[in-house]
Each structure stands twice: as structure tokens, then as C-alpha cells.
């Protein structure tokens, strides 16, 4: 079921005049695929909560292009990658639309999401993703997932602090945890001088943007944080430690 009015091809020349705006190139392969992935997203929406977002404009900009914008960030150096977090795909299951020659691996503690996004991924034929359900601090250790992977990317799942903790026990030495935030970042970037000291990380780009939507500019932000040294054993801590005591 549409979402508004839009037609596929409608959807899909919208899309890419948006990513155009931001200098993101994107090719018809992938326009189908996010077209897919859009009508998947409004039709299972209906029966449970995924996204506040369920027009198509607002799907295509504050989703889809917004998720895109990280591909500024991940380079060739760059091929395997998890997203913490993921929810209903963002901005993990975009990029690996986007990238399938890259290998994602999308992360969440709610179960009924995943099974969202297994249909995604079957629906959509991807060879690149695997899904992965618990959480993030349980995970890393039951699996064995130190230090495994290029890359995190993670969009609107917890403060800085707390979320580089999280993260950055999953990424490589010389890895990136790229984190997606709004506007009031470097109020977090702040309260995160412990949490990068202690977990081995350094700041290393700010890429900032924005958008228009009815006249009210939406700022956002990605950081580019580099691992530079091994996560020390003790980290992460359990998650009633990590809440508590942020670093």
C-alpha cells in the first residue's frame, strides 16, 4: 500500500534529486531497491511501530538520503561493517543496499524488527547482510566479535558516552565508529573526553549537513571516530553498569 500518492518512478527521480543535492551519486539498481525497501517499510508499519515517518518525501529525505550521507565516510578501506542498533534498517540496511559489494551486519535487541528486516532481505534478493539479534554489550562477547570488524555505523541510539561503549569493542585498531547525530552534538562531543581517552578513540572528521522540509532546516551531523589502540578487557561493562556510570 502507497504511502501517499507518489508512483515508483515518481519515488525513484524525487530520491535521486535529493541525493543529487548532496552530491551523493546513486545508481537505478540501487533507486529500485530503496523503492522496495519504502513499500516493505509502509506496509509493515501498519503493524508495528518501525517509523514515525510514513510519507513518502519524509521517507526518502530524513531516512534514505540521511542514511546515505555516510557514504562520505566509508572508503575502500572499508568492507565489513555492523551496525548497533539498527532498529528498522538505519542507517545499516541502506548502505548495504547501497554497497553490495560490502558486508553488513545489522544488530538489534528487538526481535520483532529483525524479522522485519529479514524480509527486507529476502525480498530484495541481499547477499551482503546478516542480522543479528541481542544486545550490543552481550553480543561482542557471547559471539566473540572483538575487534572484527572495519567499521561501526550507528544513527540515534544513545548518547555519545554510552554508545561509544557500546560500539567500539566491534571495530578493528585503525577501525571507524561513525556515528550519526543532530544538531547538539558537540554538546556530546564534550561529555565524551573520558569515554574516547578510556575506550582508545580519537575524533577524527565532523562531516555537517542539512535539509529543507516545509520550510523548517533540519542540521545534522556524522562523526568519524578512529580507533587507535585495543579496547581494554574490561569493556563493555553490563549494560545496568554502562546506564549508570557513563564513562
Given at each position: 500500500m502507497k504511502s501517499n500518492n507518489m508512483t515508483k518512478e515518481e519515488f525513484k527521480e524525487i530520491?535521486?534529486?535529493?541525493?543529487?543535492?548532496?552530491?551523493?551519486?546513486?545508481?537505478?539498481?540501487?533507486?529500485?531497491?530503496?523503492?522496495?525497501?519504502?513499500?516493505?517499510?509502509?506496509?509493515?508499519?501498519?503493524?508495528?511501530?518501525l517509523t514515525a515517518i510514513t510519507d513518502d518525501y519524509g521517507i526518502i529525505v530524513k531516512h534514505f538520503v540521511d542514511c546515505l550521507e555516510c557514504t562520505k565516510l566509508i572508503g575502500k578501506d572499508i568492507n565489513n561493517l555492523i551496525d548497533v542498533g539498527t532498529g528498522a534498517g538505519f542507517p545499516g540496511m541502506v548502505l548495504a543496499i547501497y554497497y553490495p559489494d560490502k558486508e553488513f551486519t545489522l544488530l538489534d535487541a528487538l526481535n520483532k524488527r529483525l524479522i522485519f528486516l529479514q524480509e527486507v532481505v529476502d525480498k530484495l534478493e541481499l547477499k551482503n547482510v546478516k542480522i543479528v539479534h541481542g544486545r550490543a554489550e552481550e553480543v561482542v562477547r557471547i559471539q566473540k566479535l572483538y575487534e572484527t570488524y572495519d567499521a561501526s555505523i550507528s544513527r540515534a541510539v544513545a548518547q555519545l558516552p554510552i554508545l561509544l561503549e557500546y560500539v567500539s569493542p566491534y571495530v578493528k585498531v585503525n577501525g571507524k565508529c561513525i556515528v550519526m547525530k543532530g544538531d547538539s552534538v558537540q554538546e556530546e562531543i564534550d561529555l565524551s573526553k573520558n569515554a574516547l581517552n578510556t575506550l582508545k578513540l580519537k575524533l577524527k572528521e565532523k562531516v555537517e549537513y542539512?535539509?529543507?522540509?516545509?520550510n523548517e532546516e533540519y542540521n545534522r551531523n556524522i562523526l568519524c571516530i578512529e580507533k587507535i589502540g585495543n579496547t581494554p578487557e574490561k569493556y563493555p561493562r553490563n549494560y545496568g553498569k554502562i546506564k549508570k556510570n557513563p564513562l
Open positions: 530520491l535521486c534529486k535529493e541525493c543529487n543535492i548532496q552530491n551523493i551519486e546513486i545508481n537505478e539498481t540501487t533507486l529500485d531497491k530503496l523503492e522496495m525497501y519504502k513499500e516493505l517499510l509502509v506496509e509493515w508499519n501498519e503493524k508495528m511501530n542539512s535539509y529543507t522540509i516545509d
